[in-house]
């Protein structure tokens, strides 16, 4: 809630105290989703993940559709880049690279309350890591058809040169948007999830018995 508020920030000018403003209305609007039950909790999480892949697709096709990169930036397709061992090359870019798919197994939290578990686990937790995976690949072949890695200095100044590849001087303002969406889902699925474990661990005589008692 604070990262996004940083980014809320970027859009319109706010004080320390109002960035602090912005994360606690944030997570009160959405615990009040999910108090209110179940399926409104599930619903905003929903159309934030919808709203999030749309924004994402929008970056994909405008980047690609209206031919604002070069397609000679992913050439020569395998370099040396630099002194660092491959090994560690590909270890650490893999680490970030985590971070994409960072909470899938959170769908394991729900599993009590999901009808026919069996068999909506495994498909929800396989789509899930196949569409991280195929939107991860295009939104990074959209930044490298938009700018040439040998102008990229940090992957905060990588982000805002294709904002502006794409929408110009607003095009930061833009991308920061974007994050707010996706890091309001992110905070919203954590809000859904998490305190299922407090429920069960309640239930089984390992956390305050007031945890297990429904609303």
Known sequence: AVGMASYVGSIIRLTPLGNKIVAIVAIFALAAANIVGVRV???VLRWLTLLKLGLLALIVVWG?????GDWSNFLPLIERRSSVPYFEALASSMVAGFFSF???WDVNKIAGEVRNPTR???RAMALGVITATLVYLLI???FIYLVPLDRVTSSE???AQVGEAMFGQVGGQVFSGIVIISVLGNLAALMLNAPRVYYAMARDGLFLPAAATLH
């Open 120 to 122: 909506t686990l495994p």
């Open 102 to 104: 960072g909470g899938w």
């Open 41 to 43: 909790g599930a619903g």
């Open 64 to 68: 690609f559709g209206q031919q604002l």
């Open 157 to 159: 100044t990588f982000a």
């Open 140 to 142: 990074s072949a959209v």
